[in-house]
């Protein structure tokens, strides 16, 4: 009994040891190495490089609408009942002799043999089996403009797959920034709020040491509990706050959630210049740069190729044609070689539209209406841009001096609590002066955190909203 509880021991050792060592696979991650994963994982930026290779096979297929082409041909054909023509019977009328021309015994006989023949034929043409093999060639000479029209609209869909994947890699790398930096905050909010539970314990210890000897009050003890007690949850909060940031991190990089992850890097302030640049400059270089912009001059520029392409259909059409062929008749299926026929014909068609129910006038209104909407949709981005550009560079700005503000006050705060701590102990003031004291250091903290966050996030912001995101982190 004893032997089969040990076996049943060991195959769950075996079963459940590969699963606790994958679940503990760990991963140290900076920014750099974060948005190298995240570009490597993500579904966006996969589906966005097999939409540009499928942009750069639609410039073959666009050649290919005035490149020659072959195609090659077999044809077998039965009749299973051959149909007959029916003819006026000529040798009736040749035979026939004209009166007095020939002697009239003669005359007479001819006479009797043409009466007896009929006035009309039925004869059929062809045979039982008909095969036929060969290749034809066609090469179009003009197709009013819609061959190059199609090759340019089809360079175009290549570029703005390329845009778009470029706006597909500039907001994950800002998504992943941003994740990054949330882990950043949040762990540093967890220490924050850490340290304020500890100076808290801190300060209940002085003063149950005071309180015992009778030099503070139970009401001083009472308040110094109460803010320990009040600063646990907080510390339980900011500590599940991370590991929500470390989730919120992992899935932006595709990672699957049994890896454990952790962030190398520091919420720094870093001087930069880009902020004061000249708003017009900024503008310029966002009109310039963004993806956005440049996907829509390739939607312009096809959208006006697809105005000559529903133009081409009202232009006439110049197509050579060449056709190589071999073809045999017989009534049975015994063919031979010396059955086949060659044949071998070239042609120039010209094609004229002349009426297509209105189909080809409403297809040019149609490509006239999508290249004005794409102006319209033109403007309209130019003028979103413009208000991003603004609003960016505003929060800069004031992301920028909150954190100028918040790091005198980080300074300010610790003197304060250093002399309520000294003061309280001289017995020169209350314990509530020094919780107050401690609230506002803590706050300061808080808020030195949370500008240095929004400061770098609005570096990137700015970058962002101006195209130029890669290259500066």
């Not at 009929?118 to 059929?124: G, L, N």
């Not at 907001?171 to 540093?188: C, D, G, P, R």
Request: charged share 20%; glycine share 4%; proline share 3%.
């Amino acid at each position: 009994m004893n032997l089969l509880k040990k076996n049943r021991i060991v195959i769950i050792l075996i079963l459940v040891f590969p699963l606790l060592l994958f679940s503990q696979e760990k991963i140290v991650l900076t920014l750099e190495e974060s948005i190298q994963t995240a570009l490597e994982n993500n579904p966006s930026i996969q589906m966005a490089e097999k939409e540009l290779a499928k942009a750069k096979a639609g410039i073959w297929e666009a050649y290919s609408a005035i490149l020659p082409s072959i195609d090659g041909m077999v044809n077998y054909q039965h009749a299973w009942d051959i149909q007959q023509n029916t003819m006026p019977n000529f040798l009736k009328f040749m035979l026939k002799p004209q009166p007095g021309t020939l002697p009239p015994e003669i005359e007479a006989i001819f006479n009797t043999y043409t009466d007896a023949m009929p006035d009309v034929v039925q004869f059929s043409f062809g045979l039982e089996n008909t095969l036929r093999y060969g290749a034809t060639l066609t090469q179009p000479i003009f197709l009013g403009g819609a061959g190059i029209a199609g090759i340019q609209m089809a360079y175009a869909s290549r570029k703005l797959s390329e845009s778009n994947l470029e706006s597909n890699k500039q907001n994950l790398i800002y998504q992943t920034t941003n994740a990054f930096y949330a882990v950043l905050l949040a762990k540093e909010l967890m220490d924050v709020q850490q340290e304020a539970l500890a100076q808290a314990e801190a300060n209940l210890n002085n003063v149950t040491k005071k309180y015992d000897v009778g030099s503070a009050s139970g009401f001083d003890k009472m308040r110094a509990d109460v803010e320990v007690a009040n600063l646990s949850p907080a510390v339980i909060s900011a500590s599940n706050n991370y590991e929500l940031a470390l989730t919120g991190l992992r899935t932006v990089l595709g990672l699957p959630r049994t890896y454990e992850i952790e962030v190398e890097g520091e919420l720094n302030y870093t001087e930069d210049d880009f902020g004061s640049v000249p708003f017009e400059e900024i503008l310029t270089l966002a009109k310039r740069e963004r993806p956005e912009i440049q996907m829509l001059q390739q939607q312009k520029s096809m959208a006006s190729k697809s105005r000559i392409l529903a133009l081409s259909q009202f232009m006439p059409k110049i197509i050579f044609q060449t056709d190589y062929s071999f073809m045999a008749m017989r009534d049975d299926l015994n063919f031979h070689k010396d059955d086949f026929s060659k044949g071998f014909t070239s042609a120039i068609t010209l094609q004229i539209p002349l009426f297509h129910s209105f189909k080809n006038a409403k297809g040019y209104q149609k490509a006239q209406l999508d290249y004005k909407i794409v102006l319209d949709a033109e403007k309209q981005m130019i003028d979103g841009i413009t208000a991003e550009v603004e609003m960016a560079q505003n929060k800069f700005y004031e992301a920028r001096q909150k954190y100028q503000a918040a790091n005198e006050s980080v300074a300010l705060a610790e003197e304060a609590l250093r002399l309520a701590n000294l003061m309280y102990d001289e017995g020169a003031s209350t314990q509530l002066d020094v919780l107050n004291s401690q609230l506002a250091l803590n706050q300061s903290k808080l808020n030195y955190v949370s500008s240095l966050y929004e400061y770098q996030m609005a570096r990137y912001q700015l970058r962002k909203v101006t195209g130029i995101l890669q290259g500066i982190l």
